[in-house]
Nanobody, 132 residues
Framework: QVRLVESGGGFVQAGQSLRLSCAASGRRFSDYDVAWVRQAPGKAREYVAGLHQNGISTVYADSVKGRFTISGDNAKNTVYLQMNNLIPEDTGIYYC?????????????????????????WGRGTQVTVSS
């Protein structure tokens, strides 16, 4: 199994940037589809961005498209989430998660939105707070 540890969260002003890291250990992250999921206070977890195990294909939630970028570094066995032009609505706990199934994919109606139960491994999360 894979162990995931997030870092890089913090408190920023609207318009600023953060880069989150997800360090994998135990297995290669490239053995899984990896995603970032966030949870705002009082809300359900939201799928933000996904990286296919091929290391190339990505999907994004409409709310972050054009502002966030997910990527992976095989040498460091780490997945990143670059977040630019942050807005207060981006506030929440950001979790790194991995699935043994193919969940990062497109459908004729747009990016597939996996159920949270489709993810097998989770990190503990890192807090991101964006003030206006």
């Amino acid at each position: 199994q894979v162990r995931l540890v997030e870092s890089g969260g913090g408190f920023v002003q609207a318009g600023q940037s953060l880069r989150l890291s997800c360090a994998a250990s135990g297995r290669r992250f490239s053995d899984y589809d990896v995603a970032w999921v966030r949870q705002a206070p009082g809300k359900a977890r939201e799928y933000v961005a996904g990286l296919h195990q091929n290391g190339i294909s990505t999907v994004y939630a409409d709310s972050v498209k054009g502002r966030f970028t997910i990527s992976g570094d095989n040498a460091k066995n780490t997945v990143y989430l670059q977040m630019n032009n942050l807005i207060p609505e981006d506030t929440g706990i950001y979790y790194c998660t991995a699935s043994m199934s193919v969940v990062v994919t497109e459908t004729p109606m747009g990016p597939y939105k996996p159920d949270m139960a489709e993810f097998d491994y989770w990190g503990r999360g890192t807090q991101v707070t964006v003030s206006s």
